[in-house]
């Protein structure tokens, strides 16, 4: 079992900035890649950024220049740097572990983004 606990979500105006945390504990040897995901009312979940264990980084192209994903191993957190907001980043953002042995995925409950003025 994988636990995960986002926190650093908030209200901020347009071309703002905010850091995601995601706290990570439990069965940690199996993860092979952390990544933050997005859902708004009526649409799907959708990938915004992942980090492989070797330091590999994937970038949603809506995003691509603006956020960061990045990893601190000594205390078992990942972080999203979210730069230059827009309206449209406005979303409830999703910490994921996905365990490749085991073929399965964590998810933590969430925290809200809302980009307004």
């Known amino acids: 079992q994988v636990q995960l606990v986002e926190s650093g979500g908030g209200l901020v105006q347009p071309g703002g900035s905010l850091r995601l945390s995601c706290a990570v504990s439990?069965?940690?040897?199996?993860?092979?890649?952390m990544g933050w995901w997005r859902q708004t009312p009526g649409s799907q979940r959708e990938l915004v950024a992942d980090i492989t264990n070797s330091g590999s980084t994937n970038y949603a192209d809506s995003v691509k220049g603006r956020f960061t994903i990045s990893r601190d191993n000594a205390k078992n957190t990942v972080y999203l740097q979210m730069n230059s907001l827009k309206p449209e980043d406005t979303a409830v953002y999703y910490c994921n572990a996905h365990r490749d042995i085991y073929g399965d995925d964590y998810w933590g409950k969430g925290t809200l983004v809302t980009v307004s003025s």
């Open positions: 439990g069965s940690m040897f199996a993860i092979t890649a």
